[in-house]
């Protein structure tokens, strides 16, 4: 595992064997990220965007393909080059899987008239497809992003990981879910945890309890715990001051609201208290922050 530096971003390079590596990009800064790494037309590609948003450019800016959060896309074309030239939204996470279309057809060898991509009529064709990914794509994802694993077996734990990556997102038309995670054994557990999410949003200033908040959405308190820290990467109350660290920031920036002000919009009763969890955050009070050029 390597984290490599290219222009204005960095991204993790996994190699999982020849012609087949694994990016995981994360932008914990407050601003857009750009990533370039050069990829030619004998790979294919799997973009997945679990948190906030990404732009996929190509032809020197003329088009651009945007990714939502929660969405995927497929890039494959065997008669031009598909660098990656990436601007990732601040907060977003993506993971993208790269290998070559020859190291593809060997993962599908008895099966590749099924994909469509494979058959005779495309196979020589290019080939762009986006979609949204299922809950249990984003349990996994949020694996590769997160975990406390010794240094000698973090390769192996990826691999294992990105073959069932892909195995998942060919799984169309499946009746049932793969259970990625013993907290989260159905869609509709992770319906409710997504909707614990929007609740914590909408009501940061006056946050529920996690107890009152699992009541609410009609999940186990473990189920919450767990289950949330498997999709977004941390838990509640981190998320929500996350969050609300962001919130207040932006308000900020515009120039449009008083520290008292923010800090009560965000939930601060004092400005004492949301100065001291702003410098936290970021190193600065708020003051130095808007006075910085």
């Known amino acids: 595992m390597e984290l490599k530096s290219v ?8 190699l999982i064997e020849d012609g087949f590596f694994v990016l995981k990009i994360q932008n914990d800064t407050p601003h857009v990220q750009r990533i370039t ?19 996929f450019i190509f032809n020197d800016g003329r088009y651009a393909l945007e990714v939502k959060e929660e969405n995927s896309l497929l890039l494959y074309n065997t008669q031009i080059d598909l ?13 993208s899987v790269v290998m070559t279309i020859r190291k593809f057809h060997s993962l599908f060898s008895k099966e590749a ?13 290019k080939y762009y497809s986006q979609e949204g990914f299922s809950p249990a794509i984003s349990v996994l994802l949020s694996q590769m992003m997160n975990y ?4 000698s077996i973090k390769a192996l734990y990826i691999k294992g990981k990105v073959y069932e990556l892909i195995a998942l997102y060919f799984n169309k038309g499946a009746e049932t879910d793969m259970e990625q995670c013993p907290f989260l054994v159905d869609e509709d557990n992770v319906r409710r945890i997504r909707q614990a999410k929007e609740i914590i949003i909408s009501r940061m200033a006056e946050p529920p309890t996690l107890n009152a908040l699992s009541e ?10 767990e289950g949330f820290k498997q999709i977004y990467g941390e838990p509640v109350f981190t998320f ?18 008083n520290v008292n002000e923010v800090g009560l919009k965000v ?7 949301f100065i001291s969890a702003f410098k936290k955050k970021y190193g600065t009070t708020p003051k130095k922050y808007m006075s910085a050029p």
């Open 83 to 95: 660098p990656l030239n990436l601007e990732l939204a601040p907060k977003g996470w993506l993971v």
């Open 37 to 55: 790494r050069e990829i030619d037309s004998s790979f294919i590609q799997f973009h997945f965007c679990l948190k906030g948003h990404s732009k």
């Open 240 to 257: 929500l001051f996350d969050y609300k660290m962001e919130y207040a920031r932006r308000m900020l920036e515009s120039g449009q609201h």
């Open 148 to 151: 406390n694993l010794h240094p």
């Open 7 to 14: 222009a204005t971003g960095s991204f993790q390079e996994v």
């Open 267 to 273: 939930g601060y009763s004092t400005a004492s208290h």
């Open 216 to 225: 609410e959405i009609g999940l186990s308190l473990k189920k919450l715990k």
């Open 113 to 125: 008239d099924y994909i469509p991509f494979l058959s005779e009529d495309n196979k020589d064709k």
